[in-house]
């Protein structure tokens, strides 16, 4: 038995895996190509292996848009009919190949194993109309009604692939969790819970809080401290000397929804530090007092980047900061989602 599976207590609680601390680590050290940032079509590693391979595509038309959107569909029916759904929105230039590949696959792991379908819907220009209002993001620039198109498509997939309405879930990576962030602001009904990795709530979103639904919502946020593209502290979106729109700081963001969800405090731990080779310690808030059965939860990835934890470390550090070999963000999300069941 090795170290990782000895700690067995917080084996179950952090979602972490030995299989999965081994992998990370032999990957690590792999960069990803620029293309791959930039959306071009290069030899990527672990498609196949990972499922990317395996993702299927539809095409879902609204408002006279047609919109890609890939499927992870390997799963039966549960004995209701009836299963969850997980939407996973790309970051920034991405798309659903590159989101498998970042997270080394692992969602679609998980879904073979407990039988979950997986979804990834494209933006429009690689980009989603989060509420920055960027002008150079197509998405933006035009105002497409990306809300709208989410809450479209669960209805299309509640409908046709056997979702069960009251298991939907959200996990978004940068541009993407700003994107989730407005989405479960504008659309509580819509979604059980949502996870945000390396985004936070859009300044302008939350200026709009009036828009917002007045239920509370499930949230898992898992931020690094040393970001260098979405700054923890608040503030302007920073990439290659483009400024990108502003952001609330990972903990007015956290407070947002505590808010919503009326939570009177919070209890704060570290996870223990499974990996300290990797340079990072993971912080973890939980909101206390919440109305039930919400639950609202932080992870500050203490000395980590612009970066998927436990994925692949795609640009140098110099560039988007470290990878934490800690946790699983994948594995961390899917389980978030579960406890709220």
């Known amino acids: 038995?090795?170290?990782?599976?000895?700690?067995?207590?917080?084996?179950?609680?952090?979602?972490?895996?030995?299989?999965?601390?081994?992998?990370?680590?032999?990957?690590?050290?792999?960069?990803?190509?620029?293309?791959?940032?930039?959306?071009?079509?290069?030899?990527?590693?672990?498609?196949?292996?990972?499922?990317?391979?395996?993702?299927?595509?539809?095409?879902?038309?609204?408002?006279?848009?047609?919109?890609?959107?890939?499927?992870f569909d390997s799963t039966e029916k549960s004995s209701s009919g009836l299963r969850p759904l997980v939407i996973v929105l790309h970051g920034g230039l991405g798309d659903d190949d590159d989101t498998v590949t970042l997270s080394f696959g692992k969602l679609n792991e998980l879904a073979v194993e407990d039988g979950f379908l997986v979804v990834y819907p494209q933006g429009v220009g690689g980009h989603w109309n989060d509420g920055?209002?960027?002008?150079?993001?197509?998405?933006?620039?035009?105002?497409v009604?990306?809300?709208?198109?989410?809450?479209?498509?669960?209805?299309?997939?509640?409908?046709?692939?056997?979702?069960?309405?009251?298991?939907?879930?959200?996990?978004?990576?940068?541009?993407?969790?700003?994107?989730a962030h407005r989405f479960a602001c504008?659309?509580?009904?819509?979604?059980?819970?949502?996870t945000a990795v390396i985004g936070a709530m859009p300044y302008r979103v939350a200026r709009r809080r009036s828009r917002c639904g007045k239920e509370p919502l499930s949230v898992l946020m898992i931020n690094g401290t040393e970001d260098p593209i979405v700054p923890p502290d608040g503030g302007v979106v920073e990439f290659d000397g483009q400024k990108l729109g502003k952001v609330l700081s990972t903990q007015r963001t956290f407070a947002f929804w505590k808010r919503q969800a009326a939570c009177a405090s919070e209890e704060v731990s570290l996870i223990p530090d499974f990996v300290p080779q990797d340079g990072t310690r993971i912080r973890r808030t939980k909101a206390t007092g919440c109305r039930e059965p919400v639950k609202v939860e932080l992870f500050e990835v203490q000395g980590a980047g612009h970066t998927w934890p436990s994925g692949w470390q795609y640009l140098p550090e110099s560039l988007i900061g470290r990878t934490s070999r800690d946790i699983d963000a994948s594995i961390a999300a899917w389980r978030f989602f579960q406890s709220t069941l």
């Open 145 to 179: 009604n990306d809300v709208g198109f989410l809450a479209a498509l669960i209805d299309e997939l509640v409908e046709k692939r056997s979702v069960d309405p009251e298991a939907v879930f959200l996990v978004g990576v940068s541009d993407g969790a700003m994107m």
């Open 186 to 194: 504008e659309r509580t009904n819509e979604i059980r819970a949502f």
């Open 132 to 143: 920055r209002n960027v002008q150079a993001f197509v998405a933006q620039r035009e105002r």
């Open 1 to 71: 038995m090795t170290s990782y599976e000895a700690m067995s207590s917080w084996h179950c609680e952090l979602w972490l895996r030995a299989d999965v601390v081994s992998k990370a680590l032999t990957r690590g050290s792999c960069l990803l190509p620029l293309l791959i940032l930039l959306g071009c079509p290069s030899g990527t590693p672990g498609k196949g292996a990972e499922g990317a391979a395996e993702l299927k595509s539809f095409v879902f038309k609204y408002e006279g848009m047609v919109r890609d959107v890939g499927v």
